[in-house]
């Protein structure tokens, strides 16, 4: 069991470029999620897949976020046009089904 | 919206036990209690989860009232590296939603 592994783990960019990220979640999981934490409040639910059907999304993703995750292993998050607003650390976790929830280390995203 | 209560700081000396509250008037049946804890810097780990019963695992204890209205995390032995934010999160078991919703948790400082 390696766990869920993001990358990268810190990115700064400027305000209007475009930022992805990976998540790799524990090879047997079939349902992944995606979570933005910002200063001194808790994670807050962004998406989630159950294999590569995106099954719920957030209000909080707005048009400029987009995930996938095309065969049902790894999953991107992608920000087009970054604001200030989107400084946050990006959270990936993944599930066997509706088991217990396993978190990745986290990317920490500053837009300059 | 998060279902649960928490206070925000509590502090513990090293050695003693820790006793963390949450209060979740509104559970229903089929809702599970769940905490999580976050060291800084890092991503949510998994404590423990219960329904009805207490619950006792290598890391800590949950005690669920018979009402199942508030529920108390117990860390038998609390050290320096317990110093992190727990969560107590209630999530329901079956139908579709898988997530889990975080409110802004308890900051646990344990003092040498």
């Known amino acids: 069991d390696t766990g869920v592994s993001q990358n990268p783990r810190h990115k700064i960019t400027k305000r209007g470029q475009n930022v992805t990220f990976r998540c790799d979640p524990i090879?047997?999981?079939?349902?992944l999620y995606w979570y933005r934490q910002t200063l001194g409040q808790g994670p807050e639910f962004l998406t989630y897949?159950?294999?590569?059907?995106?099954?719920?999304k957030s209000r909080l993703l707005s048009d400029r976020f987009s995930a996938e995750r095309p065969k049902g292993s790894f999953s991107t998050l992608e920000i087009q046009r970054t604001e200030q607003g989107d400084s946050a650390m990006y959270l990936c976790?993944?599930?066997?089904?509706?088991?217990?929830?396993?978190f990745g280390p986290g990317t920490r995203l500053t837009v300059l | 919206d998060a279902k649960t209560t928490q206070p925000p700081s509590m502090d513990c000396a090293e050695g003693r036990a820790a006793n963390l509250p949450c209060n979740h008037s509104?559970?229903?049946?089929?809702?599970?209690v769940y905490w999580y804890r976050q060291i800084h810097s890092q991503g949510p780990q998994y404590i423990i989860h219960?329904?009805?019963n207490n619950e006792t695992n290598e890391m800590a204890s949950l005690i669920i009232t018979e009402d199942r209205k508030s529920s108390t995390l117990i860390l038998p032995h609390a050290t320096l590296r317990d110093t992190a934010v727990y969560y107590c999160?209630?999530?329901?078991?079956?139908?579709?939603?898988?997530?889990?919703?975080f409110g802004k948790g308890t900051k646990l400082s344990v003092k040498p």
């Open positions: 976790a993944s599930s066997l089904d509706r088991g217990r929830i396993y």
């Open positions: 090879s047997e999981h079939n349902r």
């Open positions: 897949f159950q294999n590569e059907a995106q099954l719920e």
């Open positions: 509104t559970i229903s049946g089929n809702e599970y």
């Open positions: 219960g329904l009805k």
């Open positions: 999160i209630v999530r329901p078991e079956g139908g579709s939603q898988g997530n889990l919703i």
